[in-house]
């Protein structure tokens, strides 16, 4: 027979109920002064809405890429009743963050943490204006850590890699909000709720890590963000015994699809062809690839450790510039 829930009981209940309330309060009061609803469009006509986070005292904020898409600017209202209009400085397709800048300056910036500190199970708020209703704060755990989602930019399409997975209830609207520890610093930016209608309870944010970082100082300084290409598709694949044994690898990118006229179709490289390599550094991953393809990488030859039919073979690529226009 299951014990009746004691005086004590209920009062420990209390206390930690009182306390998980206090962080989220906490967090809340930091952070909707920096988050502002994004109204897309000029001239008073609006083509859509999201939100956006401060990040700088002299006007930028940060947002989804698909927020601003198309637009060259519109309005930001924040939590204290001011509408500033803010133009588009910069758009990253292929990570989904955009930077906008307000005039007029003056605000309160989000203090920027690292999604890669983040553990399974860890409080996070996030803040947003879903649905059109301004400052609105909801609360969850990290579900899922290491998630990913394809974002396209015209003919190209890459893994945005290590998406966060919330529990946290997100709506339309909420893209380009704060997603937050328990310190009230913005860790992602909410970018998407899964499922086939709203408010699911599995929403995904874009970590604010080293790279994502990087990916907004570019855009602050209205500089578009450069990648290395080689032109080919994969997916993991576990290596044959023999391949295995001879390179102490477990799995390699085996190669699906080889664009024609690409810097790794002028090498030589093939479909079923297995990259175990490149540069030394193993790949067994589309998203460990993307990684390795960095602005440096653009006209200095790499080398590619590849089997092909169960023989090693090495090929030398010059990656080219990633056009994402």
Not at 20 to 29: D, G, I, L, N
Request: aromatic share 2%; glycine share 14%.
């Amino acid at each position: 027979m299951t014990a009746l829930p004691t005086h004590e009981d209920w009062q420990d209940e209390a206390t930690a109920l009182d306390a998980y309330s206090q962080v989220v309060t906490r967090v809340a009061e930091v952070l909707l002064p920096t988050v502002a609803s994004l109204r897309v469009g000029q001239d008073g006509w609006a083509k859509g809405s999201g939100s956006a986070v401060a990040i700088s005292a002299d006007g930028f904020l940060v947002t989804s890429a698909h927020v601003v898409a198309g637009a060259a600017g519109g309005t930001a209202v924040f939590g204290d009743g001011r509408e500033l209009p803010y133009e588009v400085t910069g758009i990253d397709r292929l990570s989904d963050l955009a930077v906008v800048r307000v005039s007029g300056g003056g605000l309160q910036a989000a203090r920027l943490g690292d999604a890669d500190r983040l553990r399974v199970g860890q409080l996070v708020v996030a803040v947003g204006n879903p649905l059109g209703f301004a400052g609105s704060v909801s609360a969850g755990v990290v579900s899922a850590l290491g998630r990913s989602f394809a974002a396209q930019s015209g003919r190209h399409a890459r893994l945005v890699e290590n998406v966060i997975q919330t529990d946290a209830a997100l709506h339309p609207g909420n893209s380009g909000g704060a997603l937050a520890d328990s310190t009230a610093a913005v860790v992602g930016i909410n970018t998407a709720v899964v499922g086939p209608g709203i408010g699911q309870g599995l929403g995904l944010a874009v970590p604010v890590n080293g790279i994502t970082l990087g990916i907004i100082g570019s855009l602050m300084a209205g500089q578009r963000v450069r990648r290395a290409w080689l032109g080919i598709g994969g997916g993991s694949r576990p290596l044959p015994p023999r391949a295995a044994a001879g390179t102490g690898l477990s799995a390699g990118l085996e190669v699906t699809s080889v664009v024609a006229g690409s810097p790794a179709a002028r090498a030589g490289i093939r479909p079923e062809d297995l990259i175990l390599t490149i540069d030394d550094v193993p790949v067994a991953a589309i998203g460990e690839l993307q990684r390795l393809l960095s602005a440096d990488r653009i006209g200095r030859p790499v080398r590619i450790s590849l089997v092909r039919s169960g023989e090693r073979l090495t090929k030398e690529v010059v990656p080219t510039e990633l056009d994402d226009r």
